[in-house]
């Protein structure tokens, strides 16, 4: 369990069955994730010929569902910290299905807009509240590598939508290729759904909530002895006891974290990530190569599952704030080197190896940190709030960048990849100067850690 102070309590196994059940169920949330809004490019090409989309109109199309995201994350926390996040997280797996059979049953433009903003509704949600979640039942030693699990399932997610755009591209399914990629989606989502049915709510959230009860026989399920189990409850309820006046998020009262949410989510997007993998397929064609592009978003895909694990592997060893720091120097030299092949200077297809250097620095460093630091650095009754913050920095700046990268591209191939490697120096600059290190620390005491004055 988190929550608990270093050593005085023990932690469940992670071979624990009902522990294990709420970890997969809850990461599972991710792939719906990754999946939503990376299969977007593989129909790129297909909306644009459907619709007579120029530029302009296709970074609206791609953008739409982000700008659902953002509103999914910015409302997400409050009825997240009133329902809890499992119960709030059932209402939109029924979203993600609804989205999934909508995209592939539109009947025009607007109805299709219209459903993939749900799909963002969801997205933003859920990449608030199964982070959440995940924190507050994960053992602080391994809270760093199972919340990374969701940032993982994210990465297989988009990596899952590749390959089944290339699988469904391989049919020969004609004008209605589009409607089957975006339909898909359904099936993992009906899982999520049937999945959420079976696992227990936070047992810090019930106590939080009075529900003593029923917050033991949720300690219970995830592994802990009944012995155990009261002892935990009686330590979640001192901390309670002593953050009852900061159960508004407050921005004299939690700038620190606040700020470190919001810092994380925003060089998480303004490393280009997002808008990358969006627009693969589009890259790839313009910087040609041997490989198709959708093969060459499959290898991205491939390098980004893999060092996503790495990132699993280490971020509870070496660390959030040294992950970030090596991070964000190999981000910068590898978009440096796409932005001039991009431009030129370089032969084209060297873009294809930037990108996966790019991948290989992305994905263990911000890639693997943003959910685990955004979900705990923030205090106990707050942290759904708290998170809602960092979640709608980073959607909201990913629907900008995704609307308007299509217009920047055409006006400078290399001008994006450039900017955002301008954007990593900055945050290697920041996160060396400013960002604490939480790995290990329990989340009862990361107040203590950030320095965080209560009043």
Same mark, same amino acid.
């Given at each position: 369990?988190?929550?608990?102070?270093?050593?005085?309590?023990?932690?469940?196994?992670?071979?624990?069955?009902?522990?294990?059940?709420?970890?997969?169920?809850?990461?599972?949330?991710?792939?719906?994730?990754?999946?939503?809004?990376?299969?977007?490019?593989?129909?790129?090409?297909?909306?644009?010929?459907?619709?007579?989309?120029?530029?302009?109109?296709?970074?609206?199309?791609?953008?739409?569902?982000?700008? *659902?995201?953002?509103?999914?994350?910015?409302?997400?926390?409050?009825?997240?910290?009133?329902?809890?996040?499992?119960?709030?997280?059932?209402?939109?797996?029924?979203?993600?299905?609804?989205?999934?059979?909508?995209?592939?049953?539109?009947?025009?433009?607007?109805?299709?807009?219209?459903?993939?903003?749900?799909?963002? !509704?969801?997205?933003?949600?859920?990449?608030?509240?199964?982070?959440?979640?995940?924190?507050?039942?994960?053992?602080?030693?391994?809270?760093?590598?199972?919340?990374?699990?969701?940032?993982?399932?994210?990465?297989?997610?988009?990596?899952?939508?590749?390959?089944?755009?290339?699988?469904?591209?391989?049919?020969?399914?004609?004008?209605?290729?589009?409607?089957?990629?975006?339909?898909?989606?359904?099936?993992?989502?009906?899982?999520?759904?049937?999945?959420?049915?079976?696992?227990?709510?936070?047992?810090?959230?019930?106590?939080?909530?009075?529900?003593?009860?029923?917050?033991?026989?949720?300690?219970?399920?995830?592994?802990?002895?009944?012995?155990?189990?009261?002892?935990?409850?009686?330590?979640?309820?001192?901390?309670?006891?002593?953050?009852?006046?900061?159960?508004?998020?407050?921005?004299?009262?939690?700038?620190?974290?606040?700020?470190?949410?919001?810092?994380?989510?925003?060089?998480?997007?303004?490393? *280009?990530?997002?808008?990358? !993998?969006?627009?693969?397929?589009?890259?790839?064609?313009?910087?040609?190569?041997?490989?198709?592009?959708?093969?060459?978003?499959?290898?991205?895909?491939?390098?980004?599952?893999?060092?996503?694990?790495?990132?699993?592997?280490?971020?509870?060893?070496?660390?959030?704030?040294?992950?970030?720091?090596?991070?964000?120097?190999?981000?910068?030299?590898?978009?440096?080197?796409?932005?001039?092949?991009?431009?030129?200077?370089?032969?084209?297809?060297?873009?294809?190896?930037?990108?996966? *250097?790019?991948?290989?620095?992305?994905?263990?460093?911000?890639?693997?940190?943003?959910?685990?630091?955004?979900?705990?650095?923030?205090?106990?009754?707050?942290?759904?709030?708290?998170?809602?913050?960092?979640?709608?920095?980073?959607?909201? !700046?990913?629907?900008?960048?995704?609307?308007?990268?299509?217009?920047?591209?055409?006006?400078?191939?290399?001008?994006?990849?450039?900017?955002?490697?301008?954007?990593?120096? !900055?945050?290697?600059?920041?996160?060396?100067?400013?960002?604490?290190?939480?790995?290990?620390?329990?989340?009862?005491?990361?107040?203590?850690?950030?320095?965080?004055?209560?009043?």
């Amino acid at each position: 369990m988190t929550g608990i102070r270093s050593g005085a309590i023990a932690e469940p196994s992670l071979l624990n069955p009902g522990l294990l059940a709420c970890i997969v169920t809850a990461a599972l949330a991710g792939l719906l994730f990754g999946f939503d809004t990376a299969v977007i490019s593989g129909t790129t090409d297909a909306l644009t010929k459907q619709y007579r989309l120029d530029p302009t109109w296709l970074g609206i199309t791609v953008s739409s569902a982000l700008w *659902g995201t953002l509103v999914g994350a910015l409302f997400a926390g409050l009825p997240g910290d009133r329902f809890g996040s499992r119960d709030t997280l059932r209402v939109l797996a029924i979203f993600y299905v609804v989205a999934g059979l909508g995209c592939a049953f539109a009947w025009s433009w607007g109805s299709l807009m219209a459903f993939r903003v749900l799909a963002g !509704l969801a997205v933003g949600g859920s990449s608030v509240l199964a982070p959440v979640y995940i924190s507050e039942i994960a053992p602080p030693s391994r809270r760093g590598g199972l919340v990374a699990a969701f940032q993982f399932n994210v990465i297989f997610g988009i990596l899952l939508a590749y390959v089944s755009n290339a699988i469904i591209a391989s049919l020969g399914l004609g004008a209605d290729e589009w409607r089957w990629k975006f339909g898909v989606a359904a099936a993992p989502a009906l899982l999520f759904m049937l999945l959420l049915l079976r696992i227990p709510n936070s047992p810090r959230w019930l106590v939080g909530r009075g529900r003593d009860g029923e917050a033991k026989a949720s300690l219970s399920r995830i592994g802990m002895k009944p012995e155990q189990a009261d002892a935990e409850i009686a330590e979640f309820r001192c901390s309670f006891s002593e953050q009852k006046r900061t159960e508004t998020l407050s921005w004299s009262r939690h700038r620190k974290p606040i700020l470190l949410a919001m810092m994380v989510a925003a060089f998480n997007q303004l490393s *280009g990530i997002n808008a990358l !993998l969006y627009y693969l397929n589009d890259i790839f064609a313009a910087s040609g190569g041997r490989l198709s592009p959708d093969l060459q978003a499959i290898i991205i895909g491939v390098v980004n599952a893999v060092f996503t694990g790495v990132g699993m592997a280490l971020i509870d060893r070496l660390g959030r704030k040294t992950l970030l720091l090596i991070g964000s120097a190999g981000m910068a030299l590898c978009l440096a080197i796409a932005g001039a092949a991009m431009g030129g200077m370089l032969p084209k297809p060297v873009v294809l190896y930037a990108l996966i *250097g790019f991948i290989a620095f992305f994905a263990p460093s911000t890639g693997a940190v943003i959910w685990v630091y955004i979900s705990e650095v923030f205090p106990t009754p707050v942290r759904g709030r708290g998170s809602a913050v960092g979640a709608s920095t980073h959607w909201g !700046l990913n629907a900008v960048i995704a609307a308007i990268f299509p217009t920047v591209a055409a006006l400078s191939a290399s001008l994006p990849f450039w900017f955002f490697a301008v954007m990593m120096v !900055l945050q290697f600059v920041i996160v060396l100067a400013y960002f604490p290190e939480t790995k290990g620390v329990p989340l009862e005491e990361m107040e203590k850690q950030l320095g965080v004055e209560m009043r």
